[in-house]
């Protein structure tokens, strides 16, 4: 049997207790690698992961902290290392949205989201760089969004967010290469987490599904392993790639329908 | 403790992907070299690993002013202060007070900062003082 392609690695994924956040952390530690939990407010959630990931034979533990906040995010990464012994991967999930049109939007709006999302990965990212500089190894992968590259009616916020990480991923890349650290971004189109519910809720997502060129919405874990591809070996000379995995959404003109 | 001369030899060559014989001990890293910013930090956290000294780049200034006040180390147009130039010599042997007292711009004095120089700081860093 194949040795486990991330054995004697250290992950931290932010977010990590539910949605995708919670289906890489589970990836991750199925291909070896011991696992720091994130979780803000989701304490019991991100225990069920640990214990789920325990019970599978892995290692892991739950992490508490608000990485929007540099402080917290720098004793995330000072716990994951005290915890499991070192840091070797991190993948900045932890997200929110806060869909409005432009014309509503509360202006302190767009701030929390840009805190959270794009904060949260600069925070953690800088947080971690000491440890991965002075080991000259690190993989840090972002979880962006398809969003970041395109529009959409009421996420102005969510996508300046991501876009912001998009450029933000492709600066590490080039400024951290030769201390043998890589950064690339997954980028979802559409996949069923808590966080398009509202988008679900109208039709069963069918109005969107159907303009999806591959007519089907993403599975957590197919986002999942992009993310631990890029945080592992086989993905070894890749660095500021935005990778999407979205059906084809981002590949089509327009609305994507023949006239 | 590893040789001092060889890391920091070793770690200049690397970074800045240069040949042996272009890091001699009197080449400056900034203008004879061509290191920039992100260069120096590359160099710093290589030397760290070859020898355990720790040097965090801020610590590249402060120990070059060692520890003299922006206000008495240059004057109010931020050039070098003849205080400024004596404390350069000491820590940049190579440097006379004269050609820098009252010409030499504040922020331009790592541009006078050679191998020899790094290699001696690291020595000094490595004996726990600096």
Known sequence: ?259 | MADVDGAVKEAVVEALALDDDEVTPDATLMDDLGAESIDLLDILFRIEKSTGVKIEASDLGEYIQGGIPDDEFSDDDEVISATGAAQLHKVMPQTDPADIEGKLKADEVMTLFTVANLVEMVKTRANGAG
């Open chain 1, 1 to 259: 049997m194949p040795e486990p392609k991330l054995k004697d690695r250290v992950a931290l994924v932010t977010g990590g207790s539910r949605g995708i956040g919670r289906s890489i952390a589970e990836e991750l530690a199925a291909d070896g690698a011991a696992v720091a939990v994130n979780y803000r407010s989701g304490e019991a959630q991100a225990q069920e992961v640990v214990e789920a990931i325990r019970t599978s034979g892995g290692q892991a533990a739950a992490v508490g902290g608000d990485v929007s906040d540099y402080a917290q995010a720098e004793r995330v990464i000072k716990q994951t290392e005290e915890q499991l012994g070192g840091i070797h991967i991190v993948i900045n999930n932890a997200g929110i949205s806060k869909d409005a049109l432009i014309y509503n939007m509360d202006p302190g709006e767009w701030l929390d989201v840009m805190r959270v999302n794009f904060g949260g990965t600069f925070n953690c990212t800088k947080a971690a760089l000491s440890s991965f500089m002075s080991q000259r190894e690190g993989a840090i992968v972002n979880i962006s969004s398809v969003m970041g590259e395109r529009g959409w009616t009421g996420e102005s916020n969510y996508a300046a967010s991501k876009g912001a990480i998009n450029a933000f991923t492709r600066c590490c890349a080039v400024e951290f290469a030769r201390f043998g650290i890589r950064v690339n971004a997954v980028l979802p189109g559409f996949a069923p987490t808590d966080m398009v519910q509202g988008l679900m809720d109208k039709d069963d997502g069918k109005g969107i599904s159907k303009q999806i060129p591959m007519k089907r919405f993403a599975t957590v874990q197919e986002v999942a392993r992009t993310a631990v591809f890029l945080a592992g070996p086989d993905s070894s000379h890749m660095t500021g790639a935005l990778l999407t995995v979205d059906g084809g959404v981002s590949a089509q003109v327009g609305i994507g329908k023949p006239l």
